[in-house]
């Protein structure tokens, strides 16, 4: 039997794609954000305020006397405090934004890179000012044995990550890789870009012009107090909470 010149079989199997797929289009202009909450009981850095918490971290010292002053160290601080806000305001943005058959591709692609750099911003910054001390920090045995075993030794290390602090836009980092279970520099010209996928970082540099033009004519100067100025102990802090052996 034929309706309007079309097979019942064929009818049938037509509708049998046709629902399927209307069902999935009410789902997609229906189409709820992801939470993307996690537990605040969990992390490597709950229970302390900053990146985890989506809160301000506030400094561990007022000034670095010799390296940064308490207003370049204020000032610094407060453009971190902004990378927070606005971190929280992209957030706010995915939490409620419309998933629909309309949506922007463009549009949300360039939201979800923003997430990822503000991201980045904000917990390097932290990283940053977390490694830094007012005074000299020697360097602990278990620290400089994996210095010796990953990057040949500390004074080989500290030669190359001068040598990316100077090559680098915004950022060098030293970081652990879990996955190939080595250590690296790393030379980051953004927030977004060059950073290694599944890295701890360890030791970070911020190296863009804020950071120390204020007070150093030139960066090579920065750099050589920065490495003066490094907490090894909260170095070997956060390789010990990722170290797998």
């Not at 034929?2 to 010149?5: D, L, P, Q, V």
């Not at 100067?221 to 050589?224: D, I, L, R, T």
């Given at each position: 039997m034929?309706?309007?010149?079309v097979s019942r079989r064929s009818f049938i199997n037509r509708l049998a794609v046709a629902l399927p797929l209307a069902c999935i289009g009410r789902a997609a202009a229906a189409a709820q954000?992801?939470?993307?909450?996690g537990l605040s009981s969990e992390g490597l850095l709950a229970g302390h305020a900053g990146?985890?918490?989506r809160s301000v971290a506030p400094l561990g010292y007022s000034a670095l006397p010799g390296f940064l002053s308490a207003p370049q160290l204020a000032a610094h601080h407060a453009q971190y405090a902004e990378a927070v806000e606005s971190l929280k305001q992209v957030e706010q943005t995915l939490a409620t934004g419309e998933r629909t058959t309309g949506t922007s591709l463009a549009d949300y692609a360039a939201l979800r890179r923003k997430h990822v750099a503000l991201g980045n911003d904000v917990l390097l910054h932290e990283l940053y000012f977390g490694n830094l001390s007012a005074t000299t920090v020697a360097v602990p045995?278990?620290?400089?044995?994996?210095?010796?075993?990953?990057?040949?030794?500390?004074?080989r290390w500290a030669d190359d990550f001068r040598l990316c602090a100077l090559a680098a836009q915004a950022w060098a980092v030293l970081v652990y890789d879990p996955y190939d279970d080595r250590w690296h520099n790393v030379v980051m010209d953004g927030n977004a870009e060059g950073a290694w996928?599944?890295?701890?970082?360890?030791v970070v540099c911020d190296v863009a012009s804020p950071a120390y033009s204020p007070e150093y004519a030139d960066r090579e100067?920065?750099?050589?107090k920065f490495l003066d100025h490094i907490d090894w102990a909260e170095v070997a802090a956060r390789y010990r909470r990722v170290d797998r052996m």
């Open positions: 034929k309706a309007h010149g954000a992801p939470k993307e909450t990146f985890q918490a045995p278990y620290v400089r044995r994996h210095m010796d075993e990953h990057m040949g030794s500390l004074e996928v599944g890295a701890n970082p360890l100067a920065y750099v050589g």
